[in-house]
């Protein structure tokens, strides 16, 4: 992997993930304030997969497979929180 | 070969997060939102997880196809909780000749 694109790559998905962190402070209402955590957890798994693959770190794999995870039951518990206030009924 | 492959697949990520970041940015309500996180980005970033695997030792193919599926079997079902969340508490559609057929 060339130097060039790693490191173009790694600002760009910083650039990124500062537009997704405005976009979660100034979201319209709650539904989107979810979606835009969701969307940040997908930029974080880009990077962290971004690492693992510049000098062959599997650890970071497996801290984007921990967030996945994580992102997912978060996602869904405060969705069912949002609809009948019974995340887990 | 392989090195150039890898570049290859993390400009192609790079370039579809960045559409899925746009449209969440851009678009009126959460529904279309819905459309470009849950598919735009998450393409984005199995583009980025499989250029990880493509110079990798077997630890680190595995771990990426792992995420890989996972991300397959969640992204839906996280989409459809969100869009069930807000049709429940009716937040409006703001599409331009958007029609609730529900």
């Given at each position: 992997m060339s130097n060039l694109v790693f490191y173009g790559a790694l600002v760009w998905l910083a650039v990124l993930l500062g537009v997704v962190v405005v976009r979660l402070s100034t979201a319209g209402s709650a539904t989107q304030r979810i979606l835009a955590l969701d969307l940040l957890t997908l930029v974080l798994i880009g990077l962290l997969a971004l690492a693992a693959g510049?000098?062959?770190?599997a650890y970071a794999l497996d801290a984007a497979l921990a967030l996945a995870l994580l992102s997912f039951v978060a996602t869904l518990a405060a969705c069912r929180y949002l609809e009948d206030r019974k995340p887990f009924g | 070969m392989s090195a150039l492959l890898a570049d290859a697949l993390i400009v192609l990520g790079l370039a579809v997060i960045t559409v899925g970041v746009y449209g969440v940015v851009r678009l009126p309500d959460v529904y279309t939102q819905l459309h470009a996180a849950s598919k735009a980005a998450f393409l984005g970033a199995a583009a980025l997880v499989a250029s990880a695997a493509v110079e990798g030792d077997a630890a680190t193919v595995t771990r990426a196809i792992v995420i890989v599926v996972l991300l397959t079997v969640t992204t839906p079902v996280a989409a459809h909780a969100i869009a069930r969340a807000a049709h429940r508490r009716e937040e409006p559609m703001r599409t331009e000749g958007a029609v609730d057929e529900s």
């Open positions: 510049e000098d062959q770190r | -």
